[in-house]
């Protein structure tokens, strides 16, 4: 089994369109999931970094919700055009992103 540096996991719980917590699977987070692997990919990061859809995180009002592991940051409201920062300043630059977290 290898060793991932990071370990991303993007929630993708869907609930019905009546829940008042709303759900992370309509804000675009199976979007999200793919790229980030579209960016791992074309960084030669894969088997590196490993990404993940998960369950519900219990940040629904907050989603977008990722977790990125081994540090433990949560972060939310994230769209497909934080990825790429998220990548630069967190999964290589080593900094997370602070307005993105919660």
Not at 24 to 40: L, T, V
Not at 54 to 59: A, K, N, P, R, T
Not at 79 to 98: F, L, Q, R, T, Y
Request: charge should be neutral; charged fraction near 25%.
């Amino acid at each position: 089994m290898p060793h991932f540096t990071h370990h991303i996991f993007i929630c993708e719980n869907i609930r019905p369109d009546d829940d008042p917590r709303g759900c992370c699977g309509s804000k675009g987070s199976s979007e999200i999931r793919a790229k980030f692997k579209e960016e791992i990919k074309k960084r030669a990061l894969k088997g590196v970094i490993r990404v993940n859809q998960s369950g519900c995180l219990d940040q629904c009002a907050k989603g977008p919700a990722i977790v990125v592991y081994p540090e433990g940051v949560w972060y939310g409201g994230v769209s497909i055009n934080d990825v790429a920062e998220i990548m630069d300043s967190h999964i290589e630059g080593g900094k997370p992103v602070e307005r993105l977290i919660i």
